[in-house]
């Protein structure tokens, strides 16, 4: 376990953010993934989510709904990037209001309230664009995912 990632979660918070993952996607087919890393590196956090999104199969979803959720911690950089299913669907500021709740918990010092906001927020939102099946699987571990 790297020491930066208990620097921001403790394990019991880690536990809860995954239950949270668990929950949100008892309400929509779309799957939420958190991944956390120390820095982008040289890229900017958009960039480097989307090239995660990728490296950790993520657009390998039936619907195309798979959800990023990126911090790197020490540069506290924040980014979402969601599946082209997802993108065809939601308004074009559907992930602001989210990343806004987000940026408002950090900005507190609120590490694991509000990466569980946030996921809440998408579970809830995405559910009217893709509602959970009866036959739902999960596609993607619930396991919060670090660099
Ligand atoms: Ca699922
Ligand atoms: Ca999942």
């Known amino acids: 376990m790297s020491d930066y990632i208990r620097s921001i979660?403790?394990?019991?918070?880690?536990?809860?953010?995954?239950?949270?993952?668990?929950a949100a996607e008892l309400l929509t087919s779309g799957e939420l993934r958190i991944?956390?890393?120390?820095?982008?590196?040289?890229?900017?956090?958009?960039?480097?989510a989307k090239s995660l999104f990728g490296a950790l199969k993520m657009h390998k979803?039936?619907?195309?709904?798979?959800?990023?959720?990126?911090?790197a911690v020490e540069d506290k950089k924040?980014?979402?990037?969601a599946g082209e299913g997802i993108n065809a669907k939601v308004?074009?500021?559907?992930?602001?209001?989210i990343v806004?709740?987000?940026?408002?918990?950090f900005k507190q010092g609120h590490f694991s309230e509000g990466l569980i906001a946030g996921v809440e927020k998408a579970g809830?939102?995405?559910?009217?664009?893709?509602?959970?099946?009866?036959?739902?699987?999960?596609?993607?571990?619930?396991?919060?995912s670090k660099g």
């Open 78 to 81: 924040l980014a979402i990037w």
């Open 91 to 97: 308004p074009i500021d559907f992930w602001k209001e």
């Open 124 to 144: 809830n939102a995405l559910g009217e664009f893709f509602p959970r099946q009866e036959d739902d699987v999960d596609e993607l571990s619930n396991e919060i």
């Open 9 to 22: 979660l403790t394990e019991k918070q880690e536990q809860t953010l995954v239950e949270a993952i668990t």
């Open 61 to 71: 979803t039936a619907e195309k709904n798979g959800v990023l959720f990126y911090l």
């Open 35 to 48: 991944h956390l890393e120390k820095s982008t590196g040289r890229k900017g956090a958009q960039v480097r």
């Open 100 to 105: 806004d709740l987000i940026i408002s918990e």
